[in-house]
């Protein structure tokens, strides 16, 4: 009788997902942004470096400047402009307390996009971040309010779509509020993984179980594991009727019919999602590009809204015997994925033990070589890692530092962390005031200028890898599309940036002495012509002023005919 009841409990708590979503988030109230039917690229919750997906990507059926309208009534409370990011965004505040924005873009509607190009123009500014009074640009459900494009940090062309609380700024699932789209199909289930949680999930790290697909359920051989605490992680992605493999809404993990974990993706912050990395395996999705979701909580996983704080996932096995587990996963619509399996202890492992240098959570840590140190916070790590600090003979040219290898870009930390280097050799003033930071996380680098601290750089970082004092006595460029002196018919100036160290971190152009609004596209810059410079205007001459991250001022001279 005790596992009947448990039982209907379970039914109960997995049909309220759904009914709970409906009943808690108006329905209907807002319309598709595109004039197409939506098709999803990625959904809210999406697993990202370092961040949930916030919202969801509409696919142009990869074309620019389709129609972007507004979802609901209400008025243009804020734009954004920007490099990376959303590069042209508008957010929409509306009447139920919501606030919906649109990123991406490549044009505001005419009124909108009159008044952003006056105030970049005013402030010599193309980067903006403006807000507006309800009874400015006012807007109605279905009104045009910008073109789609493919600006800031977008791979190709699609539109960014979120729906947040308009008060707390919590980025709401979007599917929430009952947009038609198609979906029939349940999520995929393709790997299953089991950690010993004596120690840390990092070490030693994922333990990989074979699954197999029976009808319309998974499962495995039954799991040997050598640890009496362990967690288990899926590997699995949903899919809409038509679109990419997108993200997991929600999972439930149960052992012997017992609840033991649960997640539904239904809102979180931007303060909150980098907490994302207490909750995938980060060292497989950076390392081998794998999306791995924990059935746990990492130990300082604070991310709210997102599982019941009494259940952690932490299965702890007593006795030999073999013991039932159950994997529920569902999407917002209610289709269902189920892997059931058996688990055992087996003859336990060695415990993985704590050093010296283990950075434990919710411990400061402070490990030094000789030459550098590292400050970490008591918020650094997510789980507990047996840190390995190291110095080497760098191979740069520009180095004036031996490369300190801080641990493994493998591993996450939350925060920003305090980095010391010390330089190999005496540097004059003139020097010191061009020695840059390079940080080399793998896939990317980051440079940046620090401060000096005693005979010490100091510098902030958030990811780990190895760190070096570079001399950057190179100039920042930019190369023309065009002749020196030629006439140019087309619609556009464009100028290539480059920098030998780091990026170009300031650029100013003046056309004939008076500031002229470029755009940052990727590592270009470009001007889309205007009154500022009309068709017959004769010869021109245009200065351009780039700056690097080591200060490093560069200034040319081009001209063109129009």
């Not at 349940?186 to 950690?195: D, K």
């Not at 130990?299 to 996932?313: A, I, T, W």
């Not at 001459?541 to 080591?550: F, G, H, I, P, S």
Request: glycine letters at 6%; hydrophobic letters at 35%; a neutral charge.
């Amino acid at each position: 009788m005790k596992i009947f009841h448990k039982l209907l409990f379970i039914l109960f708590f997995i049909n309220a997902i759904t009914a709970q979503a409906q009943n808690t988030y108006l329905q209907n109230y807002f319309r598709n942004p595109l004039n197409i039917p939506m098709q999803l690229a990625a959904n809210f919750g999406a697993v990202r470096t370092n961040h949930f997906h916030m919202g969801l990507d509409l696919r142009t059926n990869s074309q620019e400047n389709l129609t972007v309208v507004a979802a609901a009534d209400g008025y243009v409370s804020r734009i954004k402009v920007e490099r990376y990011g959303f590069g042209n965004a508008v957010y929409i505040t509306h009447p139920n307390g919501y606030t919906t924005l649109y990123a991406h873009l490549n044009k505001y509607y005419d009124q909108l996009d009159e008044y952003v190009k006056e105030r970049q123009y005013k402030d010599e500014k193309w980067e903006q971040d403006i807000t507006f009074s309800p009874g400015q640009f006012p807007v109605t459900k279905g009104q045009l309010i910008a073109l789609s494009g493919n600006t800031g940090g977008s791979a190709g062309p699609h539109l960014h779509f979120e729906i947040r609380d308009t008060k707390t700024e919590e980025c709401i699932n979007p599917l929430l509020f009952g947009f038609n789209i198609p979906d029939s199909i349940a999520p995929v289930i393709s790997g299953l993984y089991w950690y010993d949680r004596r120690f840390s999930t990092y070490e030693p790290g994922a333990n990989g179980i074979a699954v197999k697909k029976m009808g319309n359920m998974y499962t495995t051989d039954v799991i040997q594991v050598s640890s009496p605490t362990i967690s288990l992680a899926i590997k699995a992605f949903d899919k809409a009727n038509q679109g990419f493999n997108l993200g997991i809404y929600h999972a439930e993990l149960l052992m012997d019919d017992e609840v033991m974990y649960s997640f539904s993706i239904d809102k979180v912050s931007y303060d909150d999602t980098r907490y994302i990395n207490g909750c995938i395996d980060y060292p497989k999705l950076i390392q081998d590009k794998m999306s791995i979701q924990h059935l746990s909580s990492l130990p300082s996983m604070k991310l709210k809204n997102y599982s019941p704080s009494d259940l952690n996932g932490i299965i702890n096995l007593k006795d030999e015997n073999v013991h039932s587990v159950e994997i529920i996963l569902k999407d917002v619509n209610g289709n269902t994925s189920r892997l059931k399996t058996k688990v055992k202890l087996s003859k336990t492992s060695d415990q993985i033990s704590s050093t010296n240098t283990t950075v434990k959570v919710n411990e400061r840590k402070t490990i030094t070589t000789e030459n550098a140190e590292i400050n970490l916070s008591k918020n650094a790590v997510y789980d507990a890692v047996n840190f390995q600090m190291s110095e080497k003979s760098s191979t740069n040219r520009d180095a004036v530092s031996n490369t300190i290898v801080l641990h493994s870009p493998y591993i996450p930390v939350h925060d920003n962390y305090t980095l010391k280097i010390k330089p190999n050799r005496k540097l004059t003033n003139e020097e010191k005031g061009k020695v840059v930071v390079l940080l080399d996380y793998g896939s990317d680098t980051n440079v940046g200028k620090g401060k000096w601290n005693g005979d010490r750089v100091e510098s902030e970082f958030n990811r780990l890898g190895t760190a070096t004092l570079l001399l950057d006595q190179s100039m920042p460029s930019v190369s023309p599309g065009w002749k020196e002196g030629a006439l140019i018919t087309g619609s556009t100036l464009r100028l290539k940036g480059a920098a030998t160290i780091g990026d170009i971190v300031a650029f100013r152009a003046e056309l004939d002495g008076k500031w002229l609004r470029f755009a940052r596209m990727k590592d270009d810059f470009v001007y889309i012509f205007d009154e500022k410079c009309p068709r017959a205007s004769g010869s021109h001459t245009l200065k351009v002023t780039t700056v690097n991250a080591a200060g490093n001022k560069n200034t040319q001279t081009f001209t063109f005919q129009r």
